[in-house]
């Protein structure tokens, strides 16, 4: 499937006007969070979408949302053929189009289980098979399928007998039970050396052209994102402020915060990092209805920045950036 055929088709799931507030007390004075601001996306059949930021920049909150993890404080969810969910309640027939790959392989399994327990049960819940036997012939077999070999072996294995990657290849076995459509890949390989980071992207990659799963990979690390994802949303403060195909975003970044993101990557130019600096002045906005969270950092930002968060400006048809200068500044 060519990108532009990918940009133009239907999309698998769309998300429309996601927020999520949070109320922190300190002392008598109550404070609101905003986790999440008014973040739409769509995402295509066998497409890799990436969401990337620092941490605390909302990522893992998006995936929770449309998880049904944790209530949206506002917006909605539509699946494809199975119309819209908001709050948290997700049905039967949601849990088997979309599935979530959490970051930590280790906490995201029960430790009293074995690591084919929950393949089976998935299994035997959504009725995919017809008995205990079958469930386990086929949990052998999805274990084999991302490379954990025997399968018999690791099926019958706990969490704590296995390494970091073997079991987060356990987790991918366990979102494939059902046949999702969507993965949401949650920093699937931050938590795992480095030797064997590249071997779970390219399993993953693998299946989707397989398979043909769509992903929500959500990442902090643009390396990645730039071999792994077909396109790029750059996330900061709850908000997304850049979103374009990945070899446009890559070469043409028009929000301060993605050159910044850009200039922090191992390997990137000396005239990418002059002049941008990353982490040190920026304070994140928190108030709902407060300016751009990349002001406070911006070498470029003026008054109305800080105050009233910047509209959409479209940089072509498919690259769009949330900035009064609307890429225009040193590009």
């Known amino acids: 499937m060519s990108a532009l055929h990918n940009q133009v088709s239907p999309p698998v799931m769309s998300v429309r006007g996601l927020s999520k507030t949070y109320l922190s007390r300190v002392g008598f004075r109550t404070q609101k969070i905003r986790a999440v601001h008014d973040l739409s996306l769509d995402l295509r059949g066998g497409e890799v979408l990436a969401l990337v930021g620092e941490s605390g920049s909302g990522k893992s909150s998006t995936a929770r949302l449309i998880m049904g993890l944790e209530a949206p404080t506002e917006g909605e969810i539509q699946l494809a053929e199975l119309g819209i969910y908001s709050g948290r309640k997700r049905d039967a027939a949601f849990r088997a189009r979309v599935q979530m790959i959490f970051q930590d392989p280790f906490g995201s399994f029960n430790p009293v289980h074995t690591l084919g327990y929950p393949i089976e049960r998935a299994l035997l819940r959504h009725k995919l098979v ?43 076995a366990r979102a494939l039970a059902v046949s999702p459509k969507i993965i949401l890949a949650d920093e699937p390989t931050s938590m795992l050396d480095v030797s064997v980071r590249m071997d779970i992207l390219e399993l993953l990659q693998t299946l989707k052209q397989r398979q043909g799963i769509s992903y929500l990979y959500i990442t902090h690390d643009l390396a990645s994102a730039r071999v792994f994802a077909d396109r790029v949303m750059v996330m900061i403060g709850g908000m997304v402020v850049e979103a374009g195909p990945t070899s446009e975003l890559m070469e043409r970044p028009a929000h301060p915060y993605t050159r910044a993101l850009l200039a922090a990557m191992p390997g990137a130019s000396k005239q990418r990092r002059s002049g941008v600096e990353t982490g040190q002045r920026r304070r994140h906005a928190s108030a709902p209805g407060s300016g751009c969270p990349f002001a406070a950092g911006c070498d470029d930002a003026i008054s109305r920045c800080q105050s009233k968060i910047p509209g959409l400006y479209q940089i072509d048809a498919f690259h769009t950036v949330r900035c009064y200068f609307g890429g225009r500044i040193r590009n």
């Open 130 to 172: 017809n008995s205990r036997v079958e469930s386990r012939a086929r949990g052998i077999a999805l274990l084999e399928s991302v490379g954990l070999i025997p399968g018999l072996e690791f099926f019958a294995k706990y969490p704590h007998q296995a390494s970091g990657g073997q079991r987060q290849r356990a987790a991918i």
